[in-house]
Structures are given as structure tokens and as C-alpha cells.
């Protein structure tokens, strides 16, 4: 069984190993502390766009939400204040962590696709299930020495063809 705090690339192979933390570890400390600082400076703000798939399989459903950085950073700050206003009957760090799956990524020169999947859920203290089932393809790239995120198409079902 896999360690699901573990990166599963090793330091070795340092643009999958960098992209995997960006996009897991810190992505998951940040939003589990509402704090957009501590992921703010892993984005390419410049021509930044985010595709919402609504939980769609199909394109013609998916949504230009986030046209900017701004319209993306706005709605993860609310998100991640709603999810900090609940109760749990779990460690919620430990749920995300176990739910997320991230072992794709394609590297194409200073270009990478990277597949994080969310695959569980977490219980909730009402004991209501609070169900964590969707897909993000990021497109990142090497920009100013480092991988950053310039976009992505999201809340894609997982698998794609359900909903």
C-alpha cells in the first residue's frame, strides 16, 4: 500500500519531484489553513486560465471560471474558508492526503501535464460523508527557475465518463 504522504518521486527526477510537492504537499497545507500565501507563489500569473468541468465528461459543459489568477485565488480562498468552518469525524489532513492521487506527470521540455485525481472522502462529525470524487489535469511550466501551475481544467469527474 502506498504511503500517501510520500512523494512517490524520488529526489532524483527533481521536475516530477517539485511539481508532486507544489501540487500535493503545499496545496494541501495551504488550503487546509485557508492561507493562499503559502501557494501564491506557485503560479505564473501572466496568462493564468482555469476550465471548470462542472463534474462534466463533456466540453460543451465545461466553464471559463477562472479567466484570471485573481477569479481562481478568490474562489479557493472561499472554498478552503467553508471547508475550515466544518467539523470532522477524521483528521482531514490524513483524508485529503489519502484521497489524492498524483503519480502522472509528463514532462515535455520546460512543459508539464500533471493528472491529480481525488478518489474518497471524509466523515464528517454529523456523520454525513462528505465525498471527495474528481480529477485536475495542471499545465505547468519552468518559469523563473522553478515549476509553476499556468493553468488547468478541473472538477473533471473521476473517471471521466461519469458523473
Not at 7 to 14: C, G, I, L, V
Not at 61 to 67: A, E, I, V
Not at 111 to 121: E, N, Q, S, V
Request: with cysteine.
Amino acid at each position: 500500500m502506498r504511503n500517501p504522504f510520500q512523494n512517490p518521486f524520488p529526489a532524483s527526477d527533481a521536475a516530477r519531484h517539485s511539481i508532486w510537492e507544489m501540487l500535493v504537499t503545499r496545496d494541501i497545507a495551504a488550503f487546509l489553513s485557508a492561507d493562499w500565501s503559502l501557494v501564491a507563489g506557485d503560479f505564473v500569473e501572466d496568462g493564468f486560465i482555469g476550465i471548470d468541468g462542472r463534474r462534466e465528461a463533456s466540453p460543451d459543459d465545461w466553464r471559463l471560471t477562472f479567466p484570471s489568477l485573481g477569479a481562481y485565488r478568490d474562489e479557493w480562498l472561499r472554498q478552503a474558508r467553508d471547508f475550515a468552518g466544518q467539523s470532522f469525524a477524521e483528521d482531514v489532513r490524513t483524508a485529503i492526503f489519502t484521497t489524492t492521487t498524483l503519480e502522472d506527470i509528463e514532462i515535455n521540455g520546460e512543459k508539464a501535464l500533471a493528472r491529480k485525481k481525488f478518489d474518497g472522502g471524509i466523515r464528517k462529525a454529523d456523520g454525513s460523508y462528505d465525498v471527495l470524487k474528481w480529477q485536475t489535469v495542471y499545465y505547468c511550466r519552468l518559469h523563473e527557475g522553478r515549476w509553476k501551475i499556468c493553468g488547468f481544467t478541473g472538477y473533471l469527474p473521476n473517471p471521466m465518463g461519469s458523473n
